[in-house]
């Protein structure tokens, strides 16, 4: 299998809707663009938000196990997508790419 790297390339903040409908919270996310993870073998990187895993999970195990141009040229890189979590309040978008 291939290793694959995670890189948080945005994070936006919906404040008007977590205002409308969030319950208050303290602390939701400790990710910050820049951020790196390595996937080893398809598994979830140490201290990897479990909800944005789920959501990327497969597109991970897909490109390490050779699976790539998702959508049909989706990406200029065959070997990468671009996948955001399914937080509604303040999604993350994470650059996935194969490390050769």
Same mark, same amino acid.
């Given at each position: *299998?291939?290793? =694959?790297? =995670?890189? !948080? ?8 809707? *977590? ?13 910050? $663009? ?9 598994? #979830? ?9 789920? $959501?990327?999970?497969?597109? !991970? ?14 990406? #200029?890189? /065959?070997?990468?997508? *671009? ?7 303040? /999604? !993350? ?5 194969? $490390?050769?």
């Amino acid at each position: *299998m291939k290793n =694959i790297k =995670i890189t !948080v390339k945005a994070i936006t903040t919906y404040k008007e809707l *977590m205002k409308e409908f969030e319950n208050p919270i303290s602390h939701a996310c400790a990710l910050k $663009i820049g951020d790196t993870f390595l996937s080893i073998n398809g598994k #979830k990187p140490e201290n990897f938000c479990d909800s944005a895993w789920s $959501i990327i999970e497969p597109f !991970v195990k897909d490109l390490a196990n050779g699976i790539n141009n998702f959508y049909d040229g989706w990406m #200029k890189n /065959p070997n990468s997508a *671009m996948i955001s979590c399914n937080d509604g309040f303040r /999604p !993350v978008s994470f650059y996935l790419e194969v $490390i050769e």
